[in-house]
């Protein structure tokens, strides 16, 4: 089965630092990569995604890069802020499963 | 537009009492449905998943069971609760899309369950 393993799991940074959270995945036969955030207490929510058929996708101050060879994607946020200070899950998935793999998670700590 | 509705948002049960937690999603029909464990400061454990209705699949072997009694409910139980029961549970959905890939899972608000 597919396993994700997601790094690192704590990231401090400075308030407007740029954070850059990885994920590897094994099975070359997942597709598709949804990114969760989830404030403390809260539901994890999704805050973008990206499919094999493309190599970047960007929303605002968060972009995710996908490296099918390497097996590999990122989530980048850039001039980070306070409210960006959350959890964040990667996942990934192949075609006809409607079971996602979690990574572990990044506890994201932005310091004002 | 779809909502998916959990509850209670809180639980306090004494170890060995029966459980029972509901979850229902509006706006879409068919769909894929999940229950989701999260221990404090750790990942998403999958419990149970369905496709439809009376269709159920156990992901992890544990004294929690899972049931959909209709399309869009899907209900959490067990007879007789422990201690490692305690946690945050999660419902969610998904489209099922054949032909369009994946789909991204949308979670619910979640239930906090303390065993004493």
């Known amino acids: 089965g597919e396993n994700v393993e997601q790094h690192p799991s704590t990231l401090s940074v400075q308030e407007g630092d740029s954070a850059v959270i990885k994920c590897t995945y094994s099975?070359?036969?997942?597709?598709?990569f949804p990114w969760y955030k989830q404030e403390l207490g809260k539901r994890p929510q999704l805050i973008i995604d990206?499919?094999?058929?493309?190599g970047e996708k960007k929303d605002q101050r968060i972009a995710v890069t996908l490296n099918k060879t390497a097996k590999h994607f990122s989530l980048h946020i850039t001039e980070t802020q306070p409210e960006d200070s959350a959890v964040y899950f990667c996942?990934?998935?192949?075609?006809?499963?409607?079971?996602?793999?979690f990574g572990r998670g990044t506890s994201l700590i932005v310091h004002p | 537009s779809q909502t998916i509705h959990q509850w209670p948002a809180t639980l306090v049960q004494p170890v060995g009492s029966p459980l029972s937690l509901e979850c229902t999603v509006e706006?879409?029909?068919?769909?894929?449905l999940y229950w989701y464990r999260q221990a404090a400061g750790r990942g998403l454990q999958l419990l149970f998943y369905?496709?439809?209705?009376?269709?159920i699949s156990s992901e992890v072997p544990q004294n929690l069971s899972a049931s959909r009694p209709q399309d869009r409910q899907f209900i959490l139980s067990s007879k007789k609760l422990l201690l490692s029961d305690s946690g945050f549970y999660l419902c969610?959905?998904?489209?099922?899309?054949?032909?369009?890939?994946?789909?991204?899972?949308?979670f619910g608000d979640g239930t906090r369950l303390s065993i004493l």
């Open positions: 369905s496709v439809g209705i009376g269709q």
């Open positions: 990206i499919r094999s058929n493309v």
């Open positions: 969610a959905w998904s489209v099922p899309a054949p032909g369009l890939g994946n789909q991204p899972q949308h």
């Open positions: 706006g879409t029909s068919n769909p894929n």
């Open positions: 996942a990934a998935s192949g075609r006809g499963s409607y079971i996602p793999t």
């Open positions: 099975d070359s036969a997942s597709n598709y």
